[in-house]
């Protein structure tokens, strides 16, 4: 029994074994499963990748990687480099300074004139992973640090603000002698944007930033470069604060006014589209007034015939016909004209106010007789009936007054001197005395009114003027023959004239000493000869200007100056009355060589001189209409002085010579 | 046992490492868009950057020379650029001091007579460092200026070694010409000689940094166009 017990023993192993066998297949299946199922999990090591090596001043550089999986286990690196060219393998001296998973070669490993080669192995239990291998230039590999102390200021000096960012290099980097060299550049935004503005600024420092918005926050930043590198990062940020200012005014009122005259031009570009193209050249251009003649055809014209049509041109009143002088008379002096002597006076409408000073003349203004030209024009006053005519003649009749006797008287010699000049004046009595001629220009004395220092101008008759007498108006009442009016006109008569000068002189002063005699009866000049009859109103008159042609001015000569003739006074100008007009006009003198003025003497009467159209002529109208004869004649032509109508006597000198 | 062999197998087949990938160095690879692909810096490339550094150092030891003489030498004793010449270290070396000899050396020898300025440098102006470090009140800037070029003329020195090693394609070794006499490290003379010494020795330095710069200009205008460099 024996044998049995044995075999079971065998059997026991063998299945003992078969056990062992299949469990350890079991188990090595289930290890497969498992280890299929789990992974990697226990593995050699990835291989390290993106291995960057990075300067910041090309005298030191950093490698670091990036490692693989550690295959479950713990893993190391190394970092192992080869310079250019050689095979020798040196590994990584400082895996610490720059941090983990990096290499850090120091100033004395680094070496700008060779290439390294780098490879980073991963070592675990299980195995080594080698990374690729890089290539590394010191000098291209340069990455600088951010530049530093940026500062941003506000530069206010002008109504345009900006800013001024400016900043320093990076510390490590040796840009002061030329190791490296830099170029940066900045960005900025507003606060609240998204967008960067980025400004290249090259290799300065410093960067003004123009065109800010008032009252708004901004953020800068710099970062720099080398010539050969990569940027650096950007540096932190900066925060600058625009001050409020108002920089529109100037843009805002071009815009005003760019608008303002869009508008204008649309409105203009408007109305002148709706206005008609016809009104417009109208309006801008008008057009050419054409001739237009009265009467005139033009289609006439065309016609060819002419006499019709120029005869429609003729106008009927042209030229015009002097149909009657009188018209321009405005009003008449009533001269009365004593026999003998004639005085011519003139007077001008402010003296018909007046009482009017007829001065009779012998002379006449035809005559040219020199005895006519007395400085002095006697004046004779007349009686009463002078005055009365004179008074008459203010209101403008025409009555023809006989002088009286002594009027007569002292009208002979004048009238004889007249008789030697202007025969056909003595003919005319009672008229008018055309006391003055001569052959000097005419005068045409206009009628003034009131010219202002004028006044009347009268040839006192009567009296020898008083010393004081005014040149102004006076009013004398011819009252009295003896009186010695105050008057301030003189009938002057100028009585140097060449041609008739030696002639006149001698004449004059007969015609003066008459006078004298005449005026003054209680002169010693009686021994002329002249009847020195009651002269009760001859006076010495003298013109003392001549306003406008109308107007003579008269002034009474002072006894004491007429002596012996001489009548010439500081003031006084002498001409000689021409020739009176028909009725019309006194016609007085101008004496040439001495360029004085008239004097006119006017009619005892109220003279009223006007000044016809040709010519100065003392309009001297006579009572009646008795014509003037003979003296009416063609005057030389006036002095320019009294062509301005504006005698001056006290003006002119060259008194006459007796 | 057995089963532990076989186990053993089995664990080793399932955890064989399945992506043993031998990593080969592949060829160049720029980091950069447009630089070298090779594993070396071309040779223009190189020499620019020697010139370049060559320059670097001489403005720097220009500003270093005259920052001294403001700061440190009176003016009686102020040197005259023409004056210095004779007194310098260098003047034994057989390098070539006048136009006409440089247009005969040969390219060779002139990046041997500026490795052998170079290097006849670099202990003189470590001493200086010394030295200027013994002084009252010396500036930083000027002990910055020092060690700077101290610095940057070792770093040529490589540069130099290597643009020979490129250019000429030997291998020398780097040796130092040091003269001893120059080093008196023992002696402790006053301070006036002292600094008199360290102004002589920064001019005649300034004036080998330019010859430097000189040459590998010369040299560089030599590769460019052979026709026109004097």
Known sequence: ?658 | MLMTVSQWGVWILLFWPQHLTLSTPLDCRDDQGSLSRCTSISQEKLLDRVIHHAELIYRVSEELCSLFEELFIPFPFRLQSNQAAYACITKALPIPSSKSEIEQISDKWLLHSVLMLVQSWIEPLTYMQISMERYDHAPDMVLNKTKWVSEKLFSLEQGVVVLIKKMLDETTLVTVYSDQNTVQNDVQPDVLESVMRDYTLLGCFKKDAHKMETFLKLLKCRQTDKYNCA
């Not at chain 1, 008739?500 to 015609?511: A, F, I, M, S, Y």
């Open chain 1, 1 to 658: 029994m024996r044998l049995g017990m044995s075999s079971n023993r065998q059997q026991r192993l063998c299945v003992a074994m078969m056990r062992n066998v299949a469990g350890v297949i079991v188990l090595s299946l289930l290890l497969v499963f498992v280890q299929l199922a789990a992974g990697e999990s226990f593995s050699p090591p990835g291989t390290p990748k993106n291995i960057i090596c990075r300067s910041p001043e090309k005298e030191t550089f950093t490698c670091w990687w990036e490692p693989g999986s550690d295959g479950g286990l713990p893993t190391t690196y190394a970092l192992y480099y080869r310079k250019e060219n050689s095979d020798t393998v040196y590994e990584c001296p400082d895996y610490k300074t720059a941090g983990k998973n990096s290499c850090f070669f120091n100033k004395n490993d680094t070496s700008i004139w060779v290439t390294y080669n780098i490879t980073v192995v991963a070592t675990n239990a299980l195995g080594r992973a080698f990374s690729d291998p890089v290539e590394i230039d010191v000098v291209y590999i340069v990455m600088p640090n951010p530049p530093e102390e940026v500062t941003v200021t506000v530069i206010e000096d002008t109504n345009w603000p900006f800013l001024r960012v400016s900043w320093e290099p990076p510390e490590k980097a040796d840009t002061r002698s030329g190791w490296i060299t830099l170029i940066y550049e900045l960005r900025i935004k507003l606060e609240n944007e998204d967008e960067w503005e980025v400004h290249p600024a090259g290799q300065q420092k410093v960067f003004n930033i123009f065109s800010l918005r008032p009252d708004s926050t901004y953020h800068v930043q710099v970062r720099c470069k080398p010539d050969h590198g990569f940027w650096s990062e950007w540096s932190g940020t900066t925060f600058v604060k625009v001050p409020d200012y108002f920089p529109r005014e100037r843009s805002m009122w071009i815009l005003i006014a760019v608008f303002a005259a869009f508008i204008i031009l649309t409105f203009a570009f408007i109305w002148l589209s709706y206005m008609k193209i016809h009104n417009l050249k109208h309006y801008v251009l008008p057009p050419v007034p054409g001739p237009k003649i009265k009467g005139f055809d033009k289609k006439a014209l065309k016609n060819g015939k002419f006499e019709d049509i120029f005869s429609s041109l003729v106008v009927s009143d042209f030229p015009p016909t002097t149909s009657n002088y009188e018209d321009f008379i405005v009003e008449n002096l009533e001269v009365f004209v004593p026999e003998e002597q004639e005085l011519i006076m003139e007077d001008s409408k402010v003296l018909q106010d007046d009482s009017i000073k007829s001065e009779n003349s012998t002379c006449d203004n035809d005559s040219g007789r020199s005895s006519c030209d007395s400085h002095t024009l006697l004046i004779d006053k007349g009686g009463g009936d002078k005055e009365e005519a004179l008074e008459s003649d203010q209101e403008g009749s025409h009555d023809e007054r006989v002088p009286t006797s002594p009027e007569e008287a002292m009208e002979e010699d004048p009238l004889a001197c007249c008789d030697e000049k202007n025969s056909p004046d003595i003919s005319e009595k009672g008229k008018f005395t055309p006391s003055l001629f001569s052959p000097l220009p005419r005068y045409n004395l206009m009628n003034q009114p009131n010219p202002p220092e004028m006044g009347k101008k009268h040839c006192l008759s009567d009296s020898p003027l008083n010393p004081d007498s005014l040149p102004s108006y006076f009013t004398q009442p011819p009252s009295t023959k003896n009186d010695f009016i105050s008057n301030p006109w003189e009938c002057n008569f100028n009585h140097k004239q060449h041609p008739l000068h030696p002639q006149t002189t001698g004449k004059e002063h007969l015609q003066v000493q008459n006078e004298i005699s005449w005026v003054h009866g209680d002169r010693t000049e009686a021994s002329l000869g002249v009847q020195a009859p009651s002269v009760r109103s001859t006076e010495y008159v003298e013109v003392q200007r001549v306003s406008g042609g109308n107007t003579v001015l008269l002034h009474p000569v002072s006894a004491g100056q007429e002596n012996g003739g001489t009548m010439s006074h500081q003031t006084e100008h002498y001409s000689r009355v021409k020739t009176v007009n028909n009725d019309s006009g006194l016609l007085l003198l101008h004496k040439e060589s001495t360029g004085e003025e008239m004097g006119i003497c006017l009619s005892e009467e109220e003279v009223e001189s006007r000044a016809t159209s040709n010519g100065y002529t003392a309009s001297i109208t006579p009572t009646s209409e008795k014509p003037m004869v003979g003296i009416n004649s063609a005057l030389p032509i006036l002095d320019d002085r009294i062509a301005s109508g504006y005698v001056d006597t006290a003006t002119m000198f060259g008194l006459p010579t007796y």
